[in-house]
């Protein structure tokens, strides 16, 4: 497979240099905000200062300094009136056998969904001795190893210091790789090659963990003890996984994600991991090594994890007030877009008017059934500048308000060739819709896929077009290879829906020969 290789640039808040004077001031906000814990983040920066380890209290000022944004994330299921369900994902042979139950779940009580019941932050929870233990491990991977001699302090503190991966339980798993993968440094040919020892890394990975779908409705990310008890998870598990393992061995490894694919459903998260040359290699845990994964779905989006906060992250811009579209809030992510797809910067129009007290407006994919946000700008006016926006995707432009997607403006295409086409539905000029097909989802190894689905002779599908909503335009029930819809508005999308889906079928136009082109 193609070897995909992207140039690195690294965020951080503030440098990592030597300090005689007090910490930063993004140290001394978090342990303002500690309350009784505050003593516990004190006592590690004064164990670094009277041991005279200069660089480890560097490096703890910038763990502490950029915990605002990192806990613990726990979820409960709850049902329509609000009450909690109970569920358990390996209760269930199989996705599917998973996806019935919640359906005949939702049939008894309602629209279930999970909702964030405890967050444990870091600043007020970490214990001192955990993080001090974290710390020199930490260092004495990098002093130890061959393969990490190349990092700069800088990229040590964002790909191999970090003592969590996501929103999982906070967990000590750094002394056990650093004994579980000890034979690796007399494994490999080239031990200054990082690429080379997680290659050797994931393999081992490979030999007990597996993805399954069924962790798509797990309620929280795995910690690395219920990973070595059940052996398997979902896409963010294995990224986390081989985070643990491969920083443990200060191999620097990252995840970066999208919040939606553009032209599936579902979303996905992967590593990447910082060669020798400061290039960056993507890869699978737990599935694909470095050099041999690819990419097989349409991006509009990727961003970045990071243990930092940065910048120009909607996190960061937001007032404390405004909520954010699910995946887009958090202050340690980074747009990377440009690093994986071509890239193109719109201005599009949003002329609907905003709601009340709203500062953004989002850029949103169809996906699963719905549009949703992976995107966001400031606006103001009746225009939006969108920066490094992926394209040959349909988007729509809309506000988050009370938790919900609003149009702002006509939904579009951004063509291949950066061309902004607005699907604004003509209805003084109609056509006629001959359609042949549908498509489903795939769950293939750590993510879905899509395939065309022929239609079902004797079952019935609704046909939907867009207009600011889905608008019923008939339904009829297949007797033939083809379903004919007449006198449907031109211009727009359309959504065919088979009786009883999920809705995960795609959204699709009609070119120019009358035939289907999926989006």
């Given at each position: 497979?193609?070897?995909?290789?992207f140039?690195?640039?690294?965020?951080?808040?503030?440098?990592?240099?030597?300090?005689?004077?007090?910490?930063?001031?993004?140290?001394?906000?978090?342990?303002d905000?500690a309350?009784?814990n505050r003593?516990?983040?004190?006592?590690?920066i004064?164990?670094?200062?009277?041991?005279?380890?200069?660089l480890?209290?560097?490096?703890?000022?910038?763990?502490?300094?950029?915990?605002?944004?990192?806990?613990?994330l726990?979820?409960?299921?709850?049902?329509?009136?609000g009450?909690?369900?109970?569920?358990?994902?390996?209760?269930?042979?199989?996705?599917e056998?998973?996806?019935?139950g919640w359906?005949?779940i939702?049939?008894?009580?309602?629209?279930?969904?999970?909702?964030?019941?405890?967050?444990?932050?870091?600043?007020?929870?970490?214990?001192?001795?955990?993080?001090?233990q974290?710390?020199?491990?930490?260092?004495?991977?990098?002093?130890?190893?061959?393969?990490?001699?190349?990092?700069?302090?800088?990229q040590?503190?964002?790909?191999?210091?970090?003592?969590?991966?996501?929103?999982?339980?906070?967990?000590?798993?750094?002394?056990?790789?650093?004994?579980?993968?000890?034979?690796?440094?007399?494994s490999?040919?080239?031990?200054?090659?990082?690429?080379?020892?997680?290659?050797?890394?994931?393999d081992?990975?490979?030999?007990?963990?597996?993805?399954?779908?069924?962790?798509?409705?797990h309620?929280?990310?795995?910690g690395?003890a219920?990973?070595?008890?059940?052996?398997?998870?979902?896409?963010?598990?294995?990224?986390?996984?081989?985070?643990?393992?491969m920083?443990?061995l200060?191999?620097?490894v990252?995840?970066?994600?999208?919040?939606?694919?553009?032209?599936?459903g579902?979303?996905?998260?992967?590593?990447?991991?910082?060669?020798?040359?400061d290039?960056?290699?993507?890869?699978?845990?737990?599935?694909?090594?470095?050099?041999?994964?690819?990419?097989?779905?349409?991006?509009?989006?990727v961003y970045r994890?990071?243990?930092?906060?940065?910048k120009?992250?909607?996190?960061?811009?937001?007032?404390?007030?405004?909520?954010?579209?699910?995946?887009?809030?958090?202050?340690?992510?980074?747009?990377?877009?440009?690093?994986?797809?071509?890239?193109?910067?719109?201005?599009?129009d949003?002329?609907?008017?905003?709601?009340?007290?709203t500062?953004?407006?989002?850029?949103?994919?169809f996906n699963?059934?719905e549009?949703?946000?992976?995107?966001?700008?400031?606006?103001?006016g009746?225009?939006?500048?969108?920066?490094?926006?992926?394209?040959?995707?349909?988007?729509?432009?809309?506000?988050?308000?009370?938790?919900?997607?609003?149009?702002?403006g006509?939904?579009?295409?951004?063509?291949?060739?950066?061309?902004?086409?607005?699907?604004?539905?003509?209805?003084?000029?109609?056509?006629?819709v001959?359609?042949?097909?549908?498509?489903?989802?795939?769950?293939?190894?750590?993510?879905?896929?899509i395939?065309?689905?022929?239609?079902?002779?004797?079952?019935?599908?609704?046909?939907?077009?867009?207009d600011?909503?889905?608008?019923?335009a008939g339904?009829?029930?297949?007797?033939?290879e083809?379903?004919?819809?007449?006198?449907?508005?031109?211009?727009?999308?359309?959504?065919?829906?088979?009786?009883d889906?999920r809705?995960?079928?795609r959204?699709?136009?009609i070119?120019?020969?009358?035939?289907?082109?999926?989006?």
């Amino acid at each position: 497979m193609r070897k995909i290789v992207f140039f690195l640039l690294v965020p951080f808040v503030f440098a990592c240099g030597p300090r005689d004077f007090e910490p930063p001031e993004s140290v001394i906000a978090i342990l303002d905000k500690a309350g009784d814990n505050r003593e516990e983040l004190e006592n590690v920066i004064k164990h670094y200062k009277e041991s005279g380890e200069v660089l480890k209290e560097e490096a703890a000022y910038f763990l502490i300094g950029n915990m605002e944004d990192h806990g613990y994330l726990d979820y409960v299921l709850l049902d329509s009136i609000g009450k909690k369900v109970d569920f358990d994902v390996l209760s269930f042979k199989d996705y599917e056998a998973l996806l019935d139950g919640w359906d005949q779940i939702e049939e008894k009580r309602g629209e279930i969904h999970f909702k964030v019941d405890t967050l444990i932050t870091d600043f007020e929870n970490i214990n001192s001795d955990y993080l001090i233990q974290d710390i020199d491990l930490a260092f004495e991977a990098w002093e130890g190893y061959p393969w990490a001699k190349h990092l700069s302090f800088d990229q040590f503190c964002e790909y191999v210091l970090p003592y969590r991966s996501s929103n999982e339980p906070m967990e000590e798993w750094r002394s056990f790789f650093m004994d579980e993968l000890s034979w690796v440094v007399d494994s490999i040919i080239d031990k200054s090659d990082p690429v080379e020892a997680a290659c050797f890394v994931n393999d081992y990975i490979k030999s007990w963990f597996r993805f399954d779908p069924r962790y798509y409705e797990h309620p929280t990310d795995q910690g690395l003890a219920e990973i070595l008890q059940n052996k398997m998870g979902r896409c963010e598990d294995m990224t986390n996984l081989a985070i643990y393992a491969m920083r443990s061995l200060a191999i620097p490894v990252m995840s970066d994600f999208t919040p939606y694919w553009a032209k599936t459903g579902n979303n996905h998260a992967w590593n990447a991991i910082l060669n020798k040359n400061d290039s960056v290699i993507i890869f699978m845990g737990g599935e694909a090594n470095p050099g041999h994964y690819e990419l097989h779905h349409q991006l509009a989006k990727v961003y970045r994890k990071t243990f930092s906060e940065y910048k120009w992250s909607l996190g960061v811009k937001m007032e404390e007030w405004e909520i954010a579209p699910p995946y887009l809030g958090k202050k340690s992510i980074k747009d990377v877009t440009d690093q994986y797809v071509p890239t193109k910067s719109v201005y599009i129009d949003i002329s609907r008017g905003s709601p009340d007290s709203t500062n953004f407006v989002y850029l949103c994919v169809f996906n699963s059934g719905e549009w949703k946000a992976i995107d966001y700008t400031r606006f103001k006016g009746a225009e939006a500048k969108f920066s490094k926006v992926g394209m040959n995707v349909a988007y729509l432009p809309a506000f988050y308000h009370n938790h919900k997607i609003i149009p702002a403006g006509d939904a579009l295409i951004l063509s291949d060739s950066g061309k902004v086409i607005i699907k604004k539905p003509d209805l003084n000029n109609s056509i006629t819709v001959e359609i042949s097909a549908t498509t489903y989802r795939v769950t293939k190894q750590s993510t879905d896929f899509i395939a065309e689905n022929k239609l079902i002779t004797g079952k019935k599908y609704t046909l939907f077009y867009w207009d600011d909503e889905w608008i019923k335009a008939g339904n009829k029930e297949v007797m033939g290879e083809v379903l004919l819809f007449e006198n449907i508005p031109s211009n727009t999308f359309y959504w065919l829906i088979a009786e009883d889906s999920r809705e995960e079928e795609r959204i699709f136009t009609i070119n120019e020969e009358g035939k289907q082109v999926w989006w």
